[in-house]
């Protein structure tokens, strides 16, 4: 049984005359009328009662009718959502980010993503860089927004969204928030607020010896693993903190943000996705985040 049987079946039992249902079909009448008596002959059961001036269903195809127009249609569904998915209008993504990456335009990107394509679901989960890096690894995630520093990424298509300077969160009333621009050296012997070494290793190392080379030695007195609760130690008073540029724009009761004045890396936030797996949903988003982003560094 074929769908084409369905379908010249559907007409005949409609038109109710093999004539009109042969043209509806577009097709001659004796290969409709052979195409029927195949379909009743698989079936095991007669579809039609005829004569020489009428046609009829037969209880047996009355009930083969519903069968046949729902099978039509779920057909035709599944044809609509296999152009809709193949569109990327219809999908599944699993998006990981870095909690930082909420800071940025992201929200506001995937907040316009999914109003414009409400047939995707959009699966997102915050977790660190090398969670990240593991889950696209191990296929979890599909796309991973992630601070990148000389990890290794081979396998990986990846993007620059973000560049933005470091800053130095201070407590109110701290003698270095008296100042507009603070210059490394300042940062000698206070307490820091630092994220782990083994986070970022690299970027630990060079952030660390942009410092030394500057003059500065920090005592760090507290790691936090993220930005946001090593502004909420610095909120405590417990030291000062290094954090990317755009946690400024979060008001935090207690703290200050001022620039600094010397050689520090750059922080880059980075969209990374598998190089030879992706869906038409997964890169429509990918487009998206690239042209909200403006840089288009891509790698």
Known sequence: ???????????????????????????CQPPLSQQIKS????????????????????????????????????VEEAKNRVQRISNGQEGEIFLGVVPSA??????????EFCLERPGITLKLSEMGTLELLEALRASRIDIGILRLFEQDSRGFRRETIVREPYVLAVPHGHPLAKHRRIPLASLDGQPFVSFPRETHPRLYDRIMACLAAAGSTPRIVQEASTKRAAIAFVAARIGV????SSAGKHFLKGVAFRPLVGELPVV???????????TAAMMELVKTIS???GIGDRR
């Not at 009428?54 to 099978?71: H, W």
């Not at 903190?241 to 990317?244: E, F, I, R, S, T």
Request: proline letters at 3%; hydrophobic letters at 45%; a negative charge.
């Open 39 to 74: 379909l009743e002959d698989e079936l095991g059961a007669r579809l039609f009662d005829r004569t020489k001036k009428s046609v009829s269903l037969t209880p047996t195809g009355t009930a083969f009718l519903c069968d046949a127009r729902e099978i039509l249609r779920r």
């Open 291 to 293: 042209r909200l982003s």
């Open 241 to 244: 903190a290094l954090v990317p």
């Open 268 to 278: 880059e936030l980075s969209m990374v996705w598998r190089e030879h797996d992706g």
């Open 102 to 111: 909420m800071d940025t335009f992201l929200p506001e990107g995937i907040g």
């Open 1 to 27: 049984m074929e769908i084409r049987h369905l379908r010249y079946f559907i007409a005949v039992a409609e038109e109710l005359h093999f004539g009109r249902a042969a043209a509806r079909v577009n097709i």
